[in-house]
C-alpha cells in the first residue's frame, strides 16, 4: 500500500503563485509515475501534470505556467503553480502509479482557490 499526503493549498489572488507537495510513503518502490488531477464541482475529475523517469507531461491549459518536479531521496512531487487564474480553482488530488497495480493511488486532496 501506498499513502499519499498533499499539502500547500489555500486562496491566492489571480497571478499569483502556490507550490502544492505530495509525500509518498508505505510500499514505494514500485510507483513509476505521480502526477496531479483537479476536480470542480459538477465536473469529472481532469488531468494536470505528471512525471515520469524524470520527464513531465501538463495538459494545455497550465503548460507554461505550472511545473512539476519529482523529489526522490523524499519520495515527494511537487507542482509549482505561477501566474494562477480564477479558472485554476479546484481541489487538487495526488496521483500514483504503481506498476503492480491497474488502478492508482489517490490522496485525500488539497483546496486551490484563486480570487479575481
Known amino acids: 500500500q501506498v499513502q499519499l499526503v498533499e499539502s500547500g493549498g489555500g486562496l491566492v489572488q489571480a497571478g499569483g503563485s502556490l507550490r502544492l507537495s505530495c509525500a509518498a510513503s508505505?510500499?514505494?518502490?514500485?510507483?513509476?509515475?505521480l502526477g496531479w488531477y483537479r476536480q470542480t464541482p459538477g465536473k469529472a475529475r481532469e488531468f494536470v501534470a505528471s512525471?515520469?523517469?524524470?520527464?513531465?507531461t501538463y495538459a494545455d491549459s497550465v503548460k507554461g505556467r505550472f511545473t512539476i518536479s519529482r523529489d526522490n531521496a523524499k519520495n515527494t512531487v511537487y507542482l509549482q503553480m505561477n501566474s494562477l487564474k480564477p479558472e485554476d480553482t479546484a481541489v487538487y488530488y495526488c496521483?500514483?502509479?504503481?506498476?503492480?497495480?491497474?488502478?492508482?493511488?489517490w490522496g485525500q486532496g488539497t483546496q486551490v482557490t484563486v480570487s479575481s
Open positions: 496521483v500514483a502509479w504503481d506498476r503492480l497495480r491497474i488502478n492508482p493511488y
Open positions: 508505505g510500499s514505494t518502490s514500485s510507483i513509476n509515475a
Open positions: 512525471i515520469r523517469s524524470g520527464s513531465p
